[in-house]
Structure formats: C-alpha cells, structure tokens
C-alpha cells in the first residue's frame, strides 16, 4: 500500500509514491517527473549460473524453491534428518555428504523432483552415517565428525 508525499521546497517539486511501512526514499526534482519513476531497485537480469549455484547450495532455505517438509534435530553424536519424499523409492534418490554440506536431489527418472541442501555446524562423517526409507519418509542419521588437534609441541632450542 502506497501514500503520496508532496514535497515543495525551494525550486523542487513533486509528489512521489512512498510506502506507508518500512524504508522509503524520497527523490526531489526540479519539476514534476513527465514518465514514471523508475524503481529504486532495477530487476534483476536472469542469471543461470547465480541462481544454479544458489538452489544447489541453498535450496532448502528458501521457502519458495522447497517445499518439502524436513525436520533436523541435533543429538550428541549425530544429526537427524528427515526429509518427506513421498511416491519415490530408495533407488531414485542420490544422497552426497561433503564435509559439513548433505545434499539430497532425485534422480532423471523419478516421477518428482527433489532437490535440497543443507550446511550442520560440524563435519559429517560419511562412513558412520546411515540412511532409510521408509513410508515416504526418508531419514538420515548423519554422525559427527569429532574435531582432532593438530597442535604440535615444538621445543625451544
């Protein structure tokens, strides 16, 4: 929703639509604008390889790109993801565990496309982690990879 603001001043005119909520911007000019303003943010252009990036990454933070229901709980040894993936079976889906990243995407064949991402605050160890589908219903248990020191003592000559 829009208010007008008329701003008059010394040889600067004009009414100008502000938002009633939040930040606004009020540009002056010497006389009342003939063409439409423009926006005070262009559009962004269509870019391929921002927006591959962004869903391989961030897909399933953004709301509007995923909607598959998932829950993640944080245990003492593992993480525990799961993920509703209802009318696929085990062998459509690809699961990639990289450090701290697990990403989840259906394969070409799969009546659905699943796609989503996601970023745990320690390391995931691959070879102690599990998965299982069940009842739609895919669940991961994602260990921990414990942090090792590499601190070395180094004695003073």
């Known amino acids: ?5 008329t701003v008059r001043a010394a040889k600067c005119r004009g009414i100008f639509p502000v938002p009633t909520s939040g930040v606004f911007h009020v540009l002056f000019a010497r006389h009342p604008p003939r063409l439409p303003l423009p926006a005070p943010y262009p559009a962004l252009t269509n870019n391929g390889a921002l927006d591959k990036f962004l869903d391989d990454t961030l897909g399933s933070l953004s709301g509007a790109r995923s909607t598959h229901a998932a ?3 944080d245990g003492d040894q593992a993480y525990t993801l799961q993920l509703d993936v209802p009318g696929l079976a085990k062998e459509q889906l690809d699961i990639g565990i990289e450090g701290d990243v697990v990403r989840i995407a259906s394969k070409a064949e799969a009546p659905r496309t699943v796609k989503a991402a996601w970023r ?11 998965a299982k589908l069940e009842n739609g219903v895919l669940t991961l248990t994602l260990a921990k990879k414990i942090p090792v020191s590499n601190v070395t003592q180094l004695t003073i000559d």
Do not use: G, W
Request: charged share 15%.
């Open 120 to 130: 745990f605050p320690l390391e995931i160890d691959a070879a102690a982690s599990a």
């Open 71 to 73: 829950t993640v709980e």
């Open 1 to 5: 929703m829009h208010a007008a603001i």
